[in-house]
């Protein structure tokens, strides 16, 4: 789980990025990869920002960097989110998110 402060920093991102938008899901455009995020269906675990700190870095704007790692280390690391706020799609046409089952 996040820290308070680490959940305070994520409340306040998700807050400032909704602010007078319709839908909650945002999109960060890599070269390889799209990660989308979507602030109402997170659960704040920190499982992405402890995972892959050079991607999903609160401290910075925008805080998602798709560029930062292999498209395939982002995708591993997204298929791990567990309430299904981050999701992908690969650029190299080998769709994206992982799906159960
Ligand atoms: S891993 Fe998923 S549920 Fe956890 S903080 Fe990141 S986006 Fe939210």
Redesign the pocket.
């Known amino acids: 789980m ?1 820290s308070k402060n680490e959940s305070w920093s ?1 409340n306040k991102l998700i807050n400032e990025r909704c602010e007078g938008i319709m839908t909650n899901q945002k999109v960060y455009y890599g070269k390889d990869i799209e990660v989308m ?1 979507n602030s109402e ?9 402890k ?1 892959l700190p050079g991607v ?1 870095d609160l401290s910075k704007r925008p805080w998602v960097n798709p560029d930062a790692d292999t498209m395939e280390a982002i995708a591993r690391h ?1 298929d ?7 999701t992908y799609r690969r650029l190299d046409g080998e769709y994206s998110t992982k799906k159960e089952g």
Request: proline share 5%.
């Open positions: 996040l994520l995020f269906v997170c659960i704040h675990s920190g499982i992405c920002v995972g999903f997204i791990t989110c567990p309430s299904g706020a981050l």
